[in-house]
């Protein structure tokens, strides 16, 4: 059963800041180089500065971003920039976003789920992607740093009676405590709920619920070391979001492949490619939106970018997911080659073009239910398989130990 409970969260002061859109931030995972400077300039309080803080210069094992990020979260919660709510409470998190020109909204809530330890036989809490030990070494030194959880693990589950659903929306109709444009164009509103009915209402439907997490798997799995390691009752829960799988803004967007370092031309050749797949020269864009947008349940397809061209692959009589397919019969027999991931269509060909990646695998979006399908049965996709948009903000609340 899943477990969920209130918390006291921290949260920015809005008599000690104004603005809060200018200290929110996306995931860490997903903010660039770039993004994060930018994060930084925007104000002295952005959360960047303990989520993704910057190495400088002379960096060692007592003075480093980590270390930094324990001296921002101890002064800011004494000068009272961070404040600790006085009563627990869930949050609700609502987000509206367009997407192919169409109005989306997503409603979300954020809670301490109690860590569990992946097993198919006893756990109620799945993940769906393969971790990697950098990002898992990243993170634990900035919780053991900190002791505080920053950003949220975001979870799924399915509400099919919409009892979480009319739940949350009765607590919507008051005026939201934050309601901001972040600067992917987001628009977020923000709720407090401290009622204990309400809660306790929350907490009992979602006893019965499988969850599967989303985003946060490196996250979810240094908490569970995390609470091994200092053996709490209050490190055994983690910051989570929470969503319905079978709400109208859950999203998913492809998640494109670079392959760099392969050398002239494309390898494996088209020969090559011809002894796995249907081949299919595309024109333009266009004709890959279109190619890709035809695929049938049973059929993979994906559009190779290389000089300039498009070449669209079909496997047919699919038992695997598309980017499994692709990694398997594309990428691994492939030798010296680097990769990347984007959503971004235009970067994918943009890059390519410039020369700094060899060819682009240009996939279609994985549908939401394989990904739940693959969770519960205990099966894991390989990594950046899935983007799912927007993204929960970093900043609206978070959790200190």
């Known amino acids: 059963m899943a477990d969920i409970i209130p918390f006291k969260g921290v949260r920015y002061n809005p008599e000690k800041i104004k603005a809060i859109s200018k200290i929110v931030t996306p995931p860490y995972d997903v903010i660039s180089e770039e993004e994060q400077s930018e994060l930084y300039r925007r104000s002295q309080y952005n959360i960047v500065r303990m989520l993704l803080g910057k190495d400088l210069p002379g960096d060692n094992d007592k003075e480093n971003k980590y270390t930094r990020a324990k001296n921002y979260l101890k002064a800011w919660q004494k000068n009272g920039v961070l404040k600790k709510d006085a009563e627990a409470s869930i949050y609700i998190n609502l987000q509206e976003f367009k997407l192919d020109g169409k109005q989306k909204r997503r409603i979300g809530f954020i809670a301490l789920l109690k860590l569990e330890e992946f097993d198919t036989k006893k756990s109620s809490i799945y993940p769906h992607e393969n971790t990697l030990s950098a990002p898992k070494e990243d993170r634990a030194k900035l919780i053991y740093a900190i002791e505080a959880n920053l950003g949220p693990v975001f979870a799924i589950f399915e509400d099919r009676d919409r009892s979480i659903s009319d739940i949350l929306r009765k607590q919507m109709l008051s005026k939201p405590l934050v309601n901001i444009v972040d600067s992917h164009g987001i628009r977020n509103k923000f709720w407090q709920v401290p009622d204990k009915k309400i809660i306790d209402a929350l907490c009992s439907s979602m006893k019965n619920k499988k969850i599967f997490i989303a985003d946060g798997h490196h996250r ?28 109208d803004g859950l999203v998913v967007l492809p998640y494109h492949r670079l392959i760099g370092g392969v050398g002239e031309g494309l390898k494996p050749s088209p020969t090559d490619l011809k002894k796995h797949f249907t081949t299919k020269a595309l024109g333009s864009k ?26 669209g692959l079909m496997f047919k009589d699919k038992k695997d997911l598309d980017v499994t397919i692709a990694k398997n019969l594309i990428i691994e027999p492939l030798k010296n080659f680097f990769i990347d991931f984007t959503k971004d269509l235009d970067y994918a060909i943009k890059e390519v073009n410039k020369g700094k990646f060899s060819f682009a695998i240009l996939v279609n979006p994985v549908k939401i239910t394989e ?9 894991r996709m390989p990594q950046k398989s899935t983007y799912f948009y927007p993204k929960a903000l970093t900043g609206l609340v978070i959790n200190v130990f």
């Open 286 to 311: 266009k004709d890959l939106k279109a190619f890709l947008g035809k695929a049938k349940p049973s059929e993979a397809r994906f559009v190779i970018y290389a000089q300039k061209h498009f070449t």
């Open 371 to 379: 990904i739940r399908d693959i969770a519960f049965l205990g099966r």
């Open 220 to 247: 979810y799995e240094v908490g569970l070391w995390f609470n091994k390691f200092k053996k709490g009752p209050k490190y055994g829960y983690i910051l989570t979001y929470f969503t319905d799988l079978l709400g």
